[in-house]
């Protein structure tokens, strides 16, 4: 095998000239591993979009400023992170912005009704959000029916229960116990809490995804079901769980929220759930599932974010914040298939030298 | 086991096996199983559509006061227009296995830029109309070039043209309301056919409805489109043109999303950025619960059109019945998932006693 390798370079195999490991080794350096190039274009924008925006205006990255821009991006971060499980299994979930709302207003009626601990609250609401989830992921693994139907469906039934559970009611800041309202308003180095908390669930979902077999199974699952199968991958529970993971990050999105925002009620979170998969998208998670991480799925959800403070601070129109974010999904599609094109060449003609 | 049961297990067996099977002459005379003529139009997955809103508006004037009047007629029509217009091209998108989640936009996009050109005066307002209309195409051939010419995925590329088509909507009118078009038009818009109460304007919708049934069931490049949906490879093969197909399936669902945004600006008289929002979804659920399988390939246009309806006629009835509107979106939903997951269940129940009569005819050991 050496043989031939060494000898192809004449016939114009790579271009240095080097040996062809070369050329495939240079994707495993360590500052490679780390940022893949899927994740790469997004951090770059999100650091170009924050540094610009700090040149412009300084007040961008104050210690106030900043804990904005957290605060606006954790909710979404935690969805964006669900949202990345099911979406590299090749599903999607619709259904986000209803549990969110769901979850909310119950959170809401907990605190105004009963005199349950927040730590319980905070469970309660996660396991409502599971339940939620879970009904999405049995439907679609024991139906058999596209997820895009399935979460369209529950989007709709999801939103009715609220409506009909809150019909006009809406709870207030002043109805929830200051020591919940103060997970957005306490900093701990800076970071407020809640923040914090949407940290800790990026790395350990993130390490799930990268170290754990049944993490692994996910993205086989998304790149191909029936091999996924074949290979003796327990398809169906696998998707099961990624949709009850994502209904309980929904249920603790939803209790944030709860925290964050002063009112809660029947309306809260819709049509949240378009701009949940825009940010994993322009976080490099492929559509078609198989391919992106929940890291990067995290810096999308923040670049989103981002970009409508970093709007207001340049003085632009507040009006082309919805536009920009159009192109920047686009501009993530089509770097996506860029990145896939080059590297499936490299691939072919690495093939085609061990031949 | 006498011989009258033989011949019935075993048809089904050979036909499951059918192109694996090695005793083929065998199998062709039992294999036209499936209904023909007649009962085939009147069992099928249409028909069944068309039973249900037979039965739903029988039973919605027969139970709810004051719903067989014109004024329900009218009401009910003028509120499903935007989505029927919409379900067809959509229709059309789905067979062929793509989707569209950027209609909605592209009407608040066209309705915004109606509302601007008409505020900023000068402009005869059929002109105007017929600018919309253009933004509307040409917003489609932006969507169909990237799915079609650069083939990328097109639940992604349309959820990027629907943020960025209702971002250009913001960009072009704002905060701001245009509501003072040529009185004349709006009235025509909302005027009914003598005492029918149906609306003058549905005579258009039917237009569009009958072009595009024409289009999807009797022409080569409608029945392309089933070709399309099951296989793009094998499309190819037979000589259809993929690319240009779909691209032109973009455009023409954003000229009719473009008309539906000239409605919906026309009948309430205003012009707004979130006109219409939303409104994809709405789209969707009514064209699935038609019939169209989301993988591709199965549908049909009168299936669609007694969905729209269906959905439609009970959210009327139930809001005139008084029951409130959360209930109707809890109904929305359920039809919707009711929908694919029963003939899925019905399929499996089917496939499971299929095997065991085939266990049954099997030789035992």
Redesign the interface.
């Known amino acids: 095998m050496t043989n031939t390798t060494a000898t192809k370079p004449t016939g114009g195999g790579t271009p240095g000239g080097g040996p062809v490991t070369v050329s495939t080794e240079r994707t495993t350096g360590p500052i490679a591993s780390i940022l893949r190039p899927r994740e790469l274009p997004v951090t770059i924008a999100l650091v170009v979009l924050v540094l610009v925006t700090y040149l412009a205006n300084p007040l961008f990255l104050s210690a106030q400023g900043l804990k904005d821009l957290l605060l606006n991006a954790t909710i979404m971060i935690i969805l964006a992170v669900g949202q990345a499980l099911v979406i590299i299994t090749r599903n ?1 979930d ?1 259904s986000v912005g209803s549990i969110l709302g769901l979850v909310a207003f119950a959170t809401g009626t907990m605190f105004a009704t009963t005199d349950l601990p927040i730590i319980a609250v905070f469970l309660i609401a996660m396991l409502l959000g599971a339940v939620l989830g879970a009904i999405n992921g049995a ?1 679609v693994t024991i ?4 997820a ?3 979460t ?6 999801y ?3 609220n ?2 559970w809150a ?1 006009g009611t809406q709870y207030f800041a002043d109805d929830r116990p200051d020591a919940f309202g103060n997970l957005s308003v306490d900093t701990v180095l800076g970071f407020p809490v809640i923040t914090l908390i949407a940290i800790v669930v990026v790395v350990i979902v993130a390490v799930y995804m990268a170290g754990a077999r049944s993490g692994r199974d996910l993205y086989a699952i998304g790149s191909d079901p029936d091999a996924a199968k074949l290979f003796g991958i327990p398809v169906g529970r696998r998707v099961f769980l990624a949709f009850l993971a994502n209904g309980l990050l929904a249920g603790l999105a939803g209790v944030l929220y709860a925290s964050r925002f002063n009112s809660v009620g029947a309306t809260t979170g819709t ?1 949240m759930e ?1 701009d949940v ?2 940010a994993a ?1 322009v976080g490099g998670v492929a ?2 599932g198989g391919s992106g991480s929940v890291a990067g799925a995290a810096v999308g959800a923040i670049l989103l974010t981002t970009i409508t403070s970093a709007l207001t601070a340049l003085r632009v ?1 507040k ?9 920047l ?2 501009a993530a ?2 770097i996506d ?1 860029v990145a896939s094109l080059r590297t499936a060449k490299k691939l072919r003609m690495s093939e085609a030298r061990d031949v | 086991m006498s011989d009258l049961l033989t011949p019935a297990p075993k048809a089904p067996f050979t036909k499951g096996s059918g192109p694996l099977g090695t005793d083929t002459t065998g199998v062709l005379v039992s294999e036209p199983k499936g209904r023909t003529g007649l009962s085939r139009i009147m069992l099928g997955r249409d028909a069944i559509m068309i039973y249900a809103l037979l039965v739903v508006v029988i039973g919605a004037c027969l139970l709810i006061p004051r719903f067989a009047s014109p004024v329900t007629v009218g009401f009910l029509l003028l509120d499903v227009i935007p989505i029927l217009l919409i379900a067809m091209p959509m229709t059309l998108v789905i067979i062929t296995g793509e989707i569209d989640l950027s209609v909605a936009s592209t009407a608040g996009l066209t309705s915004a830029v109606i509302g601007v050109l008409w505020a900023g005066g000068g402009m005869d307002i059929w002109l105007v109309l017929f600018i919309g209309l253009l933004v509307g195409v040409v917003a489609g051939a932006f969507n169909g070039f990237l799915i079609a010419v650069v083939g990328l995925p097109s639940l992604a590329v349309t959820i990027g043209t629907l943020a960025l088509f209702r971002g250009l909507a913001l960009v072009v009118i704002g905060d701001n309301a245009v509501a003072n078009f040529p009185p004349d038009l709006t009235a025509f818009f909302t005027s009914k056919i003598g005492s029918t109460g149906i609306p003058v304007i549905m005579v258009g919708v039917l237009v569009v409805v009958l072009a595009f049934g024409v289009i999807l069931h009797v022409t080569p490049f409608g029945r392309g489109l089933y070709a399309l949906g099951f296989s793009t490879e094998a499309a190819s093969f037979v000589g259809i043109k993929v690319a240009r197909s779909k691209f032109w399936l973009y455009v023409a669902t954003g000229g009719v999303s473009a008309l539906a945004g000239i409605f919906w600006t026309l009948r309430y008289s205003s012009a707004r950025s979130d006109n219409a929002s939303g409104l994809e979804l709405a789209v969707i659920a009514a064209v699935l619960l038609g019939g169209v399988s989301i993988f591709g390939g199965k549908g049909s246009i009168p299936g669609v059109v007694a969905g729209v309806l269906l959905i439609g006629t009970i959210n009327y009835g139930l809001r005139l019945g008084r029951v409130s509107d959360v209930v109707l979106i809890i109904v929305t939903g359920t039809l919707l998932i009711a929908s694919v997951v029963g003939p899925s269940i019905f399929e499996s129940i089917k496939q499971w006693n299929h095997h065991r009569r085939i266990r049954r005819s099997l030789p035992q050991h």
Not at chain 1, 319 to 327: K, L, M, N, P, S
């Open positions: 999607v619709l439907l139906a058999k029916v596209p895009l139907v399935i369209l469906g529950t989007l709709y039934i939103r009715g229960l409506n009909a019909g049509g378009l998969v825009a998208v559509i078609f129109d009006f082309w914040q919805q536009a920009i974010v159009g192109i999904i686009l599609i089509i298939r």
